[in-house]
């Protein structure tokens, strides 16, 4: 099994994918939050910082684009296979309103037959291997079946699929049943993507659908620093042909050490300690998660605004909080 850390803008840049690797290793891929090239920058700044090799220090990188302008890929995807990037993946899962109303991300899977046409273009005039993250759909999971014959026609590296519907945006549950029948159909590598939160969610999902071999896992990651390295010990001792073996155990003193790395680099790139705070709240909402018992101490914590205050509720929390032994038995956001 492959683990793939999925990209969540704003969270999941370099500076967390750097910590993540050295504290809990065991991500075999990590994808950027989005580019969005536009007339003048194939990559802009903040862009082009997330990407650069020196600031990575992961296993694999692949960035992704999200346009729906195949000139615009293109040009940017050049741009990164000077950098050395031999992969691109394209985003057509983003369900957000304002990129759907621009035909960009999920937008794109309203009109096939435009869609035709954009990856024709960028599959003959990309110099990388591209990838595809999408969902099934518009307004109906059956949807799913012909986008599948779509990305069928086209030399794709993988297909990333999020069985939900750019309606559903993330409420309800994945639509399984239709992943089946997408992986039975699909010509390509199939990576899986969708509320794979904790160990029990990753097995019952294994148990179901034991020949697949990648799943990209996002916000339970952020809720569960460990979890990869968690999923990967469990992988091992299964292979094995082991039973009763203890998997791998988060531990508090290194999370904390990666909560103060991250939180030193923020306040070191942004140069000031609101804007570093205002970030690490974000993973706050889902970190607590990993905490028995936190909810007063973190909703203490989402009111802080000062550097001294934001240090003693931290301090706090991993003080009067134990973490759950095996990781969040059961959240979701």
């Known amino acids: 099994m492959k683990f793939y850390l999925a990209p969540l803008e704003g969270v999941t840049g370099y500076i967390f994918r750097n910590a993540l690797e050295e504290y809990f290793p065991g991500t075999d891929r990590y994808f950027t939050p989005f580019i969005v090239p536009d007339q003048k920058h194939a990559l802009r700044k903040k862009e082009l910082r997330d990407i650069l090799p020196e600031n990575n220090r ?19 995807a ?20 304002t990129v759907v109303a621009g035909g960009r991300g999920a937008g794109m899977l309203a009109d096939l037959d435009r869609l035709n ?4 273009q960028i599959f003959d005039g990309a110099p990388l291997r591209i990838s595809v993250k999408t ?28 069985p939900r ?45 034991p020949q697949v071999e990648r799943v990209m896992i996002g916000r339970g990651v952020l809720a569960d620093p460990g979890l990869m390295r968690r999923l990967q010990s469990l992988e091992h001792a299964q292979k094995a042909g082991q039973t009763g073996v203890e998997i791998y155990r988060t531990g508090k003193q290194e999370l904390r050490a990666f909560h103060d ?14 804007n570093a705070i205002f970030h ?42 134990n973490l759950y032994p095996d990781g969040p038995v059961q959240w979701r956001p």
Not at 198 to 209: G, I, K, N, W
């Open 135 to 162: 969902r099934i759909g518009m307004e109906h999971p059956e949807e799913g079946y012909a986008l599948m014959d779509v990305y069928n026609q086209y030399p794709m590296s993988e297909v990333i699929i999020h």
């Open 117 to 120: 046409r954009f990856l024709e």
């Open 280 to 321: 690490m709240k974000e993973l706050w909402s889902y970190l607590v998660h990993s905490f028995e018992g936190s909810e007063p101490y973190a909703k203490k914590l989402r009111k802080t605004s000062s550097l001294n205050e934001y240090r003693c509720e931290v301090g706090n929390l991993f003080r009067a909080c």
């Open 58 to 76: 992961v296993k694999e990188l692949i960035p992704q684009i999200l346009t729906s302008d195949p000139v615009r890929f293109v040009e940017t």
């Open 261 to 274: 790395t991250i939180f030193q680099q923020y306040r070191e790139i942004f140069d000031e300690d609101k």
């Open 165 to 209: 519907t750019r309606k559903e945006y993330y409420k309800g549950e994945p639509h399984l049943d239709v992943f089946g029948e997408l992986l039975a159909r699909s010509k390509h590598p199939v990576c899986y993507n969708g509320n794979l939160f904790t160990v029990r969610d990753y097995e019952q999902f294994r148990a179901r659908f």
């Open 78 to 97: 050049k741009a990164l296979a000077a950098y050395g990037y031999e992969e691109v993946n394209l985003n057509l899962g983003c369900p957000s309103g």
